[in-house]
């Protein structure tokens, strides 16, 4: 699977877009992106037929606290949401990302933008094998930006041109379980934070996915926490949700 654009959080812009996918072959990308996706269960991502999962951040420098639910069926791109659009109102829509060229404005320009912002932070170690267009690279080991000790650098970059804002960098700081311990974001463009630095903890299972639902840390050295809440699976076969614990 691999997702055609990536853009930024409605009210800030703590992930930037992902450049359209060109096409790369597995061996291109260091055996370490492989090993931390399936760390997280990619192997097992086809037996997912939905995602529930709500995103909540708080950003006290900017007095921004929001949450929005969200329900994801990978195998058909379809999504609901339910949240508030820019003006504060309240939206409900389901919608299939396919035919997202027939959608309101709103669904457009904010719902589905918000959408592929969430997910990414939600399920980012499988964007290492399903975002052929990024440049995966093994740094070796280097210090943890936030806590102490170090840990192995999987730095992410997507491609400079094309997108919304081209040349975004993800640094993983992976561990010797292969779960990410910290990550450092940095915006390719103008947009702003222009830096993240999050830990990843409060690790959880939902069905077969290893999943990191509270990130803390600073946003251009202001207090971030952004975390998840509501999480769970619907396995294939089933229409009972498997809540992540």
Request: overall charge positive; charged content about 20%; aromatic content about 10%.
């Amino acid at each position: 699977m691999t997702i055609a654009s990536r853009v930024p959080v409605i009210g800030v812009l703590l992930i930037g877009v992902l450049c359209p996918p060109a096409p790369v072959s597995a061996q291109q990308r260091p055996a370490i992106a492989d090993q931390i996706a399936k760390t997280y269960g990619l192997d097992s991502f086809g037996q997912i037929d939905a995602i529930r999962y709500t995103f909540n951040i708080d950003l006290a420098a900017l007095k921004l606290k929001l949450s929005r639910s969200w329900v994801w069926e990978p195998k058909t791109d379809q999504i609901s949401y339910e949240g508030k659009d820019k003006a504060g109102n309240p939206v409900k829509v389901t919608y299939s990302r396919s035919q997202l060229a027939s959608q309101s404005a709103v669904v457009k320009e904010q719902v589905d933008p918000a959408f592929q912002n969430d997910q990414y932070w939600l399920v980012f170690p499988f964007h290492l094998v399903w975002d052929t267009s990024a440049t995966v690279q093994d740094a070796g080991m280097q210090k943890l930006p936030l806590g102490k000790g170090s840990a192995k650098k999987v730095a992410v970059k997507y491609p400079d041109t094309g997108g919304y804002t081209p040349g975004d960098t993800w640094e993983l700081y992976v561990g010797a379980d292969g779960r990410i311990r910290e990550l450092a974001f940095h915006h390719g463009g103008t947009a702003k934070p222009s830096l993240v630095l999050a830990t990843w903890a409060d690790y959880k299972k939902a069905g077969p996915l290893l999943l990191s639902l509270d990130h803390r840390g600073t946003a251009d050295g202001k207090p971030l926490r952004l975390f998840f809440s509501n999480v769970a699976v619907k396995l294939a076969g089933s229409n009972s949700w498997v809540d992540a614990k």
